[in-house]
């Protein structure tokens, strides 16, 4: 925050007491103050959910922070459109290579009071990138959290080996 003080010079006002020729002075003093709060925004968390033995119905939670003192939005794009297979994303015979799961967003938010912006998507929708607009609310503190749920498979199941995924989640600010 800066903050700016400005003094205006004094002035001098001239009355008369009743007595001719008296002159009291009523000295003034005028303050201007001036300041600023610099927009910010910022995510912080991350990193890796293991989900260990893959299944359907399968849940995993991850918290991050949110700070932000301006409205935002948040986009959260998918790089596979699920849980994929290293090396055969498209399986192979009956076997499927990926696994599709829902996303759950909670962010705490204040518009004056506190509420909360959430969202759901499917990872078919993330892999185009979902956005998420707090309107005119901004991040309150508190803990944010990301809640990923593990969906079927059609066919034989999933193919043996080990899947992926990443999430990218970035934050902009609106003024």
């Known amino acids: 925050m800066i903050a700016l003080l400005e003094l205006a010079q004094p002035s001098v006002a001239l009355a008369y007491e009743g007595l001719p020729g008296a002159a009291a002075y009523a000295p003034e003093l005028s303050v201007t103050l001036a300041g600023r709060i610099d927009d910010h925004c910022a995510i912080s968390g991350g990193g890796a959910m293991a989900l ?3 299944t359907p119905g399968e849940s995993v939670a991850a918290d991050f922070s949110l700070d932000c003192n301006v409205p935002f939005d948040i986009r959260i794009a998918s790089a596979n459109g ?20 829902d996303l759950q967003v909670r962010i705490p938010t204040l518009n004056p009071g ?7 998507f499917s ?22 959290r990301l809640a990923l749920t593990t969906r ?12 992926s995924e990443i999430l990218t989640i970035s934050v902009e600010p609106r003024m």
């Open 52 to 54: 260990g033995e893959l």
């Open 82 to 101: 699920g849980l994929t297979h290293l090396t055969k994303p498209d399986g192979e015979g009956p076997f499927a290579g990926r696994l599709p799961y």
């Open 114 to 120: 506190a509420s909360s912006l959430t969202g759901s």
């Open 123 to 144: 990872s078919a929708e993330l892999r185009g990138e979902a956005i998420m607009s707090s309107g005119q609310a901004v991040a309150a503190a508190g803990r944010s």
């Open 152 to 163: 079927n498979v059609q066919g034989a199941g999933l193919l043996a080996g080990d899947y």
